[in-house]
């Protein structure tokens, strides 16, 4: 498929995991993409297959204001519009609020939820002209609680509310505003997790599908919700988690 050509794509945390994919998917549907992350190097990696004029590289740090607005501009710059932005970058920091640090704590919301805003409202002006698409990347955890994950449960949950107000607000300047909400995905985030068969086993008594996810899975729902597809479809967390969600919580008998 070739669905994003002449379209101009910003993913955030585009240099490995969910992001890397998001942002590969994209270029291989013909997207032009700037590719936003805290370390060049991976960035250039992702870039390297592709023809320069096809992508930007730029290295920023989404929880500075700053360093947000200014990358919005030098997409603009290179590429003269914006379609889509993929709001993707993360940390996870493990703790309940008895045991989390204010800075523990701050990490995570600057990140997961400021970062999220930042670039949204950075964008906006530019997404208002294209008629674009804003997909967050949220998570289960932001549906639902986990143990000893206070900030990171707070944090994703605001982004999924935050995904309902946007939708809200923006659809009549024409910007779907989605989220996709996935659960465990074999990332650089989760790779401690991945080599924990006894976990594995754990997730997939839950799993209707056999998992762990694959951040290939995550990204073509991404792509699936920014392309004309889903022209009528906003205001949406949708679940990429096997179906887990769709279980009531009760062990398997």
């Not at 949220?138 to 639902?144: A, D, E, W």
């Not at 449960?153 to 300047?173: E, P, Q």
Request: glycine content about 10%; hydrophobic content about 40%; some cysteine.
């Amino acid at each position: 498929m070739q669905r994003f050509v002449d379209k101009v794509v910003v993913v955030t945390g585009a240099g490995s995991g969910i992001g890397k994919a998001t942002a590969e998917r994209f270029l291989n549907e013909g997207a032009k993409v700037a590719l936003v992350g805290r370390t060049k190097s991976k960035l250039e990696d992702v870039a390297k297959p592709y023809p320069e004029s096809q992508v930007l590289v730029i290295e920023a740090d989404v929880s500075n204001e700053e360093d947000v607005n200014q990358l919005v501009l030098a997409a603009l710059e290179k590429f003269g519009r914006l379609d889509v932005l993929v709001n993707n970058a993360g940390v996870v920091t493990q703790g309940d609020v008895g045991s989390l640090s204010t800075d523990d704590w701050r990490k995570v919301m600057a990140t997961d939820l400021d970062g999220v805003f930042y670039a949204s409202r950075a964008a906006i002006p530019h997404l208002k002209t294209s008629k674009g698409s804003i997909i967050h990347v949220g998570s289960v955890s932001g549906t639902g609680g986990d143990w000893g994950m206070a900030a990171y449960n707070a944090a994703k949950g605001a982004v999924t509310n935050l995904t309902r107000a946007m939708a809200m607000d923006h659809g009549k300047d024409g910007i779907r505003v989605n989220a996709v909400c996935p659960s465990f995905t074999k990332t650089g985030m989760t790779e401690d997790m991945v080599d924990d068969r006894k976990l594995i086993d754990k997730f997939n008594e839950r799993f209707a599908l056999e998992g762990p996810g694959k951040p290939e899975d995550v990204a073509a729902v991404i792509a699936f919700l920014a392309s004309e597809d889903a022209r009528f479809v906003t205001g949406v967390n949708l679940p990429v988690d096997g179906g887990m969600s769709a279980s009531n919580g009760q062990p398997p008998q």
